[in-house]
């Protein structure tokens, strides 16, 4: 995946070719040669069932994972935009810091950005649209798998009535974390000019029992914080997908299957004979939805 810059992309229209052809080896890039010096042993060879297996420990996966933390998933479920849209479009939307994109496969792009904010600021949004093509937006894990949707959300969180000495941004993200990963506050909270209540987005995990009161101990005083949660999406159980549960899901049977949408002829992927875009000194339009 390559870095963005400020040059504009290549046109597109210079070579053409499926997402195959997009996605294979180009014979003009620089492969990359093994220095068995330089090489940092990891992994545990053992055999299992007739089949050999390489285990990594979770120290070792965090390692790797750790380039990856701040990278998204983007699933179109309809159609998937020429990728000279995917490109403008996150061009329009501008982000603070370099990123850049990737096919996963034919439905999925990989979003690697750099900055927190800017990671924030994708992800909340949940869905938009790149060249008129809604697009979901999911957190990357290890596990990821495009057939199914890591139970993670961010979701606001609202604390009527917070001690007003607790509006400390190193309190707020203490009480948080026991909900879930603390990612921001709003305006009126950081400002505290609303001291009525602090509102915190939480990285949810959608599996959880959710946490509906915290009891805070300070002096001598024991304050029994609540906690109301905001438009949190269900979870399915069933097919592992975001936006509806086990009772509502027509995969296993509880609901019926909902009509096709009336699909528009999906866009030709033609663009030049490279998997990463660079994403700035496009222009375009992105727009939530």
């Known amino acids: 995946m390559a870095a963005s810059g400020s040059s504009p992309p290549e046109n597109p229209t210079q070579k053409h070719g499926s997402y195959a052809n997009v996605t294979a080896s180009s014979s003009h890039q620089s492969n990359l040669p093994f220095n068995p010096k330089k090489i940092v042993p990891i992994g545990t060879y053992k055999e299992k069932d007739g089949q050999q297996v390489l285990g990594f420990s979770s120290l070792e996966n965090d390692r790797l994972a750790e380039t990856w933390k701040l990278t998204l998933i983007g699933k179109f479920s309809f159609a998937i935009p020429h990728p000279k849209g995917i490109a403008s479009g996150f061009s329009a939307l501008n982000l603070k810091g370099p990123f850049s994109w990737s096919f996963a496969n034919p439905s999925h792009i990989i979003i690697k950005l750099h900055l927190e904010e800017d990671f924030n600021k994708l992800w909340m949004g949940t869905i938009w649209s790149l060249g008129d093509c809604p697009m979901r937006v999911f957190k990357w894990t290890p596990s990821f798998n495009p057939r199914l949707e890591a139970p993670l959300a961010p979701v606001w969180i609202r604390l009527p009535g917070l001690p007003i000495h607790f509006f400390d941004h190193n309190a707020l993200f203490a009480i948080n974390k026991i909900i879930g990963t603390p990612l921001q506050v709003d305006s009126l909270t950081a400002s505290r000019s609303r001291l009525s209540m602090a509102r915190v987005c939480v990285e949810l995990d959608l599996l ?82």
């Open 208 to 289: 959880k029992e959710r946490i509906e009161e915290i009891i805070l101990e300070f002096d001598d005083t024991t304050h029994a914080q609540k906690i109301i949660y905001e438009r949190t999406p269900d979870y399915c159980t069933f097919c592992k997908h975001i936006g509806h549960s086990f009772a509502g899901c027509y995969m296993n049977g509880n609901k019926n299957r909902p009509p096709p949408p009336n699909r528009r002829p999906p866009p030709i992927v033609e663009f030049a004979g490279r998997e990463s875009q660079d994403l700035k000194g496009s222009s375009g339009n992105i727009r939530e939805v």
